[in-house]
């Protein structure tokens, strides 16, 4: 009951845990956007104000230069009287081209503005009275303008300035930072993607783990129900005299005993699969023909037993493979062993062998229930076992198929699955061949 309502709780949290952490990534991703949008636009301002003040500077520096060119110090006049000045004297006309270039880079210089630019003079009569040799017409509507002369000027006077500016200038301005934002944007979705990956690993090992548990305490709990009652048939008055049926019930306790003891060495062996150093593999040449078909028989009794058949298609050429024997066998009989659990009705299974690629290429073929992709592509995992429909009778661990891919990888091997859900199995497995073949 508490492992149920445990379940149950952590269904309705994961759910509300990745849609938390989604919210919160999504704000995230919003304010990031938004700030940079922001950034942008405040840049865009300060630029442009830095150009408004350029142009001041342009012209207060061009009144000033026109001041000392008349023979004046233009620190000796007051505003009033500069202005008074200006107004009936003053004219771009008056500044050489090369004087106000000088003038508009150093403006620009002193606002920190280092773009390529082009200038132009308009009298009233829209003519040009100072002129870049680069300025066109064209230019004028992209030019930011400001009055030259003083308001009460006879002969009013604007000056245009037209700044190159590169393409997406001002986020290239701010490269720097744009970039280091999205590198920290990638990362946080990286790490909220790891994440989830992590949660919903963490999930399925969690349900894999409750699921090998509940299985190995009904594996354990069926010998040692047997064991009970055959202890208490000792215990009977009318058994303890009778020697047949003291032979019958301590036999039977001997083999539950050694079903418990298997299924004990089942895990352990499991948990040193993990480290293949702590294997003691004895390679040696072995003719796999030959293991297949003792395997095969043993296994006939079974398979007569559902009515099924099984077909040996041995027709490789080479046959010898270096391989550890007793793992050999142990892979075959898991295979077999599987395809005769997981059949609906009669077990019908084609055992084939051919050389691929220097290979010897074992094919185990089934009528089961077969996979759907998501279950096949996570057969080989420890603990975890696929959903059998109305099989009930399939019993185990998980261990099976993981072991048989660690041994066969351990030797130098490799297995592949290719399975249709209601249609079966096919595994094949592919062994490097010995050099015994070739003598």
């Given amino acids: 009951m508490s492992t ?18 989604t919210f919160s990534v999504l704000g995230i991703l919003y304010i990031q956007m938004s700030w940079i949008k922001n950034a942008l636009h405040v840049k865009k301002e300060e630029y442009m104000n830095d150009l408004g003040k350029t142009l001041i500077e342009i012209r ?4 000033n230069s026109f ?10 006049f007051d505003d009033e009287v500069k202005e008074r000045f200006l107004t009936n004297r003053f004219t771009a006309q008056a500044i050489p081209t090369d004087e106000m270039n000088m003038i508009i880079i150093q403006a620009m210089k002193n606002h920190g503005i280092k773009q390529p630019f082009e200038f132009c003079a308009l009298n009233i009569f829209h003519n040009p009275i100072c002129i870049s040799p680069g300025f066109n017409s064209s230019m004028l509507a992209e030019s930011l303008s400001l009055p030259f002369t003083p308001q009460e000027s006879l002969q009013s006077e604007v000056f245009y300035l037209y700044v190159k500016e590169p393409q997406n200038y001002i986020m290239r301005q701010m490269a720097s930072m744009i970039i280091a934002s999205i590198l920290f944007t990638i990362i946080i979705i990286s790490a909220f993607a790891l994440t989830i990956r992590t949660m919903l690993r963490q999930k399925n090992i969690s349900e894999i783990k409750s699921d090998f548990i509940n299985n190995m305490t009904h594996e354990l709990k069926t010998p040692l129900a047997t064991i009970s009652l055959a202890v208490d048939a000792l215990n009977n008055e009318k058994v303890i005299h009778d020697t047949d049926k003291i032979k019958y019930y301590s036999g039977m306790i001997k083999e539950e005993n050694k079903r418990m003891h298997k299924q004990v060495e089942t ?12 294997l003691n593999l004895s390679i040696q040449s072995l003719d796999a023909h030959a293991a297949i078909d003792k395997v095969a028989k043993n296994l006939s009794l079974q398979i007569q037993e559902k009515e099924g058949e099984l077909h040996l298609n041995l027709m490789a050429n080479k046959s ?37 690629n220097g290979m010897l290429a074992i094919k185990i073929k089934d009528n089961g229930i077969g996979m759907n992709r998501e279950t096949a592509s996570r ?3 420890k603990f975890y076992r696929a959903h059998t429909g109305n099989l009930h009778n399939v019993k185990g661990f998980g261990l099976g198929l993981s ?11 490799y297995i592949k699955l290719d399975s249709i859900l209601g249609k079966g199995s096919t595994f094949t497995i592919n062994m490097p061949l010995s050099k015994h073949n070739n003598e």
Wanted: charged fraction near 20%.
């Fill in 267 to 278: 895990i352990l062996q499991a948990a040193k699969l993990e480290k293949q150093e702590d």
């Fill in 67 to 76: 001041i000392n060119a008349q023979g004046y110090n233009p620190a000796q």
């Fill in 320 to 356: 010898f493979i270096d391989v550890d024997e007793m793992h050999f066998s142990n892979i075959i009989f898991n295979l077999l062993d599987n395809a005769i659990k997981y059949s609906k009705g009669a077990p019908i299974i084609h055992i084939t062998t051919q050389v691929n």
């Fill in 403 to 413: 072991y048989v891919k660690t041994m066969v990888e351990a030797q130098n091997g």
């Fill in 60 to 63: 207060q520096i061009a009144h």
């Fill in 379 to 381: 057969a080989f995992e």
């Fill in 4 to 21: 149920t309502y445990l379940r149950g709780s952590m269904k309705r949290v994961y759910p509300l845990i990745i849609f938390l952490i």
